[in-house]
């Protein structure tokens, strides 16, 4: 399973778009892109998931540009619930294992 | 919503005790999986079941068992608890795509 890295936190404010972005240098050709959100105390929760290019839900869009090294988890207009920790993992489609890394930790101030 | 659930939610429970962390799912997911957490630490896979009878150890060794005799049920032992075993356990199951579901956790503390 690749590896993937991301900002270990990020401040935003009520009502702004941010911007997560995750590294994975050595994707492979069959490994699909997931992003979860953890609320304390609580699973994991799915939010979103990509091949390439844009994919979009009604909570979030996830961009992945051509060479697919790199996504952005995007999330529009941001509220207090929004505070989590988001979690960017990489592996087929096939079902399986799930390699969690540190997750980046948003803090949504009012 | 997925239908996952785990108990007990929460457990105290003293040095040498044995205890099953129960997990149970209605999906009818044939994956399921075992993850331990630390309190604002990231999620270590210690078991996995890819079905019935099937069981492998995940990336974080742990001194804990589990079995799969039904489809929805996948138990997690601990024959001695220790300390060392306080911690957040989470169980999740997939589907055949690659999303993952989880349950609330059982929130376990050793004294």
């Known amino acids: 399973l690749a590896k993937t890295t991301q900002p270990i936190s990020m401040d935003s404010y009520e009502g702004q778009e941010v911007n997560i972005t995750c590294s994975h240098n050595?994707?492979?050709?069959?490994?699909?892109i997931t992003w979860y959100q953890q609320f304390p105390s609580q699973g994991p929760r799915f939010i979103i998931q990509g091949y390439k290019t844009k994919v979009t839900n009604e909570v979030a869009s996830l961009f992945i540009p051509a060479d697919r090294k790199s996504s952005t988890l995007s999330l529009p207009r941001v509220s207090l619930s929004d505070t989590a920790v988001y979690y960017c993992?990489?592996?087929?489609?096939?079902?399986?294992?799930?390699?969690f890394g540190q997750g980046t930790e948003l803090s949504v101030k009012p | 919503e997925a239908d996952i659930y785990q108990t007990p939610r929460y457990l105290v429970i003293g040095t040498g005790k044995k205890i099953t962390l129960e997990c149970s799912q209605t999906m009818g997911h044939d994956k399921m999986y075992w993850y331990q957490q630390d309190p604002g630490m990231e999620l270590h896979l210690i078991h996995y079941?890819?079905?019935?009878?099937?069981?492998e150890k995940g990336d974080l060794s742990s001194e804990s068992t589990v079995s799969r005799i039904r489809t929805e049920h996948f138990p997690l032992t601990l024959e001695s608890a220790r300390p060392s075993h306080t911690s957040q356990y989470l169980c999740a199951s997939s589907d055949p795509g690659f999303e993952q579901y989880f349950g609330p956790g059982t929130r376990l503390t050793v004294t």
């Open positions: 993992l990489v592996g087929g489609n096939q079902g399986g294992k799930l390699i």
């Open positions: 079941s890819y079905g019935v009878n099937s069981t």
């Open positions: 050595n994707i492979a050709t069959n490994d699909y």
